[in-house]
């Protein structure tokens, strides 16, 4: 039996990080996708195959355990854990899991899949069991830069191992989304996995990556928004490599040590994620020209409040500055400290401009490229 799976990468337009402490944030799909092909073998050829195969294509690892090691090693607690009441993986759990990992010797300069790899036998064991399977993955997300790679890692592959449990499996449609019941349950999981890689995730990233749309989100609701406005957005990877996790517990850091100063800073995202939301969905006669200006505004806010969270850096504010001489705005996308920055393209703006922006960006060995905004989330396809 053979299941396949996609999931979209994400922008953040707005609120990154304040998201974490309770702050609104908007954010939306990309046409960036991670797919996960799930292949269980046949009765007979199962009781010769006992392994669990994770293949990363666009890497060439594999990695692989047999499910009797799997079932020596990973603690299974009939209490707490099916397929239908997502749990999180406690402590100890994930120290065996390590064990797991480690066995695998990966390459050391990709040592940053470890997590990765954790997340994936905990939701593949969570929702599976203990049974054969090889599980292939390829992504179009560059990985740790700021677009959601491990969200739609996580949703990807909790939406293969969700359908493959499907009874009714329609064949030959192409992709197709998921029910409303199944989409909760997958997002639930993707969270848990999320945890393992992020430490502390707001939920955004699995969220926008299961559902799609463009999405304001506070403190785990969602608000689909309906944008009544063309927006464009030129995404630059600076290609500094940086960790989500250790970016987010440094701004949880530093509330801790300046609770009132870091509260206001957060109020303020919060104002401009909402102020960012009304603006896109309003339907009044205000020109597009004039709200392109208000969203201009808003994002040199946001990145001023990011950079007061100590997340930017100094590539950031390269690609920033680099954008602004062609009068062009940006800020940070996701976790910042490297990664990709956001530039908003108006409508009155010239291809000519922005060849040059793009040209004089890409000297500095960055990487620019567009994506479509707000398209689907997770589908399946058998
Ligand atoms: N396709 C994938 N296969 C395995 N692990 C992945 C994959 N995509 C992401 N990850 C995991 O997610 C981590 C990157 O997540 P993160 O630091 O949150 O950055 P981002 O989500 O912005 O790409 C990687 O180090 C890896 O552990
Ligand atoms: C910084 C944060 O707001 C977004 C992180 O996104 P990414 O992993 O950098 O793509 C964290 C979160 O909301 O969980
Ligand atoms: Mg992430």
Sequence with gaps: MEVKARAPGKIILAGEHAVVHGSTAVAAAIDLYTYVTLRFPLQAAAENNDRLTLQLKDLSLEFSWSVSRLKEVIPF?????????????????????????????????????????????????????????????????????????????????????????????????????????????????????????????????????????????????????QSNMPLRMLITNTKVGRNTKALVSGVSERTLRHPDAMKSVFNAVDSISKELAAIIQSKDEVSVTEKEESIKELMEINQGLLQSMGVSHSSIDTVIRTTLKHKLTSKLTGAGGGGCVLTLLPTVVSGTVVDKAVEELESYGFQCFTASIGGNGAEICF
């Design 77 to 225: 607690d009939s209490n707490t854990s099916s397929p239908s009441t997502p749990a999180s993986c406690s402590g100890e759990t994930l120290k065996s899991i390590a064990v797991l990992v480690e066995e695998q010797n990966i390459p050391e300069e990709k040592i940053w899949l470890s997590s990765g790899i954790s997340t994936f036998l905990w939701l593949y064991t969570s929702i599976r069991g203990f049974n054969p399977a090889t599980v292939i993955i390829t992504t179009e997300l560059p990985y740790g830069s700021g677009l959601g790679s491990s969200a739609a890692f996580c949703v990807a592959l909790t939406s293969a191992l969700i359908a493959s449990s499907i009874s009714d499996k329609t064949r030959g449609e192409g992709w197709c989304s998921l029910d409303e019941t199944n989409l909760e349950l997958l997002n639930k999981w993707a969270f848990e996995g999320e945890k393992i890689i992020h430490g502390k995730p707001s939920g955004i990233d699995n969220t926008v990556s299961a559902y799609g749309n463009m999405i304001k989100f506070c403190s785990g609701e969602i608000t689909r928004l």
